[in-house]
């Protein structure tokens, strides 16, 4: 009979705060959303107007914390509101997920966008 326990180095409320997306101020928001022209760039190359609000978020939280994340649309709507008001302005949008390949895809853009290679 085999017999599995499974040590817990990190509580759950750790493994959330490592793993989960970073929570943000409004003034925290306002700078770490704002893009540079070569980043705005990209962001401008995705034709889904919701793939290009999550770049930015995702963008916006691997700048804050170099982490690949997939959150869903409900953990980080508040941030994707910002997005939306402030930052690229436009008609309104439903709430969404991305697949796991649309969420790569995003991610390797941020790689290059900063520089980062994976290991």
């Given at each position: 009979m085999a017999y599995e326990e499974r040590v817990q180095i990190l509580s759950d409320a750790e493994q959330d705060d490592f793993y989960g997306p970073p929570i943000f101020t409004s003034n925290d928001q306002r700078f770490i959303f704002?893009?540079?022209d070569k980043e705005l760039a990209?962001?401008?190359k995705?034709?889904?107007r919701g793939q290009r609000y999550m770049f930015i978020v995702l963008l916006g939280y691997f700048?804050?914390?170099p982490v690949v994340l997939n959150p869903g649309f409900h953990q980080i709507k508040h941030d994707l509101k910002h997005v939306h008001e402030t930052v690229l302005p436009g008609?309104?949008?439903r709430p969404f997920n991305l697949s796991q390949k649309e969420n790569e895809r995003i991610y390797?853009?941020?790689f290059?966008?900063?520089e980062y290679q994976r290991a």
């Open positions: 704002a893009l540079n990209v962001a401008n995705f034709r889904n700048k804050a914390k008609p309104g949008f390797k853009r941020i290059e966008l900063c």
